[in-house]
């Protein structure tokens, strides 16, 4: 008995281990192109099938900007699969939580009533601030933390709502981070979360993870690696972009024929502040993105799925 329990231990330390294995030539490769940024970069890509991983700086707590929309979807599918709430409940659109940036509904007239899985939709797909703060007041942003701590992260926190100050004791950092804090690894635990479907609702993960796909914005990391017109044809990549003047990141699931590849990129301090289609760290983490892809995925684009 103590002989088969040491041997299931071994093997458990084995398989952790698997799954988390730094690929020496990818970071080198990785390295170069981090090298030519002009600003700061915090990276951490793994490929799901093998565990092979490369990183930049994962460990450091970085501004989220709207790439914090991801646990406050999350949260919102755990509430769901509880039974606090309903894809089809209605939200009231008020004149208080209509935002500026990003987004359709800061366009609309206050009284129109979305439903959960609308505002959610477009929290994501077009990183919608007005959404946003809808989904907020429903599950509450204490619930969005809670989530966050209960899987074992430390550096990942929602603070307030999009373009509002924050309300009631907020820790001090607050003001350094803005919207929301993570790392680069914190935030790929997060979506490999939701790849493997932590949450126990295979529906609701594909649903997530489908929400993902439909992200409207693909000039950093499908930029290089994404061949497929995906206003035709379903993105094969599920990821959510974040933006800021200085402040430029991209997290997702790239999902290639050969498994899936979790990248996820932050950059700020970026000393290219334009808002263009070529702004010099979206082309860099493309550059990332397809540096990661074509090592562990073969030189090839990714198509979309019908």
């Known amino acids: 008995m103590f002989r088969k329990l040491v041997s299931v231990v071994l093997l458990a330390s ?10 020496a030539a990818l970071q080198k490769q990785v390295d170069i192109i981090a090298a030519q940024h002009r600003g700061k970069l915090a990276f951490f890509a793994k ?11 994962p460990d450091v707590p970085v501004q989220t900007a709207s790439v914090i929309k991801v646990p406050i979807m999350l949260e919102a599918m755990y509430e769901i699969k509880a039974g606090k709430r309903s894809l089809d409940e209605r939200l009231k659109l008020t004149k208080e939580n209509q935002v500026e940036g990003s987004g359709v509904l800061t366009q609309m007239q206050p009284g129109l009533e979305p439903t959960l899985e609308d505002t959610i939709t477009l929290m994501i797909v077009l990183s919608d601030n007005t959404a946003t703060n809808l989904v907020i007041d429903d599950i509450s942003i204490p619930a969005v933390n809670a989530r966050i701590a209960q899987m074992g992260l430390k550096n990942t926190y929602l603070y307030k709502k999009v373009f509002m100050p924050p309300v009631g004791p907020t820790p001090s950092d607050q003001k350094k981070f803005g919207l929301g804090k993570t790392t680069a690894r914190e935030m790929a635990q997060i979506l490999e979360s939701i790849e493997r479907c932590d949450l126990g609702d295979k529906s609701l993960c594909e649903r997530m993870l489908g929400i993902l796909k439909n992200q409207q914005d693909h000039e ?20 959510k972009t974040g933006a800021e003047d200085d402040v430029r990141n991209d997290v997702g699931i790239v999902y290639a024929k050969h498994g899936p590849i979790v990248i996820s990129a932050f950059t700020y301090n970026n000393k290219d502040q334009s808002w263009t289609v070529d702004n010099a760290a979206e082309v860099i983490i493309g550059k990332l993105s397809k540096a990661v892809v074509d090592a562990w995925a073969g030189a090839t684009s990714v198509s979309g799925t019908k």
Do not use: F, Q, W
Not at 47 to 57: M, P, R
Not at 220 to 239: C, F, G, N, Q
């Open 220 to 239: 950093m990391m499908p930029r290089y690696i994404e061949s497929a017109d995906t206003t035709v044809e379903t993105s094969a990549i599920a990821h």
């Open 47 to 57: 490929d799901l099938k093998t565990g092979a991983t490369v990183a930049i700086d």
């Open 14 to 23: 084995c398989v952790a281990l698997a799954a988390d294995r730094p690929d």
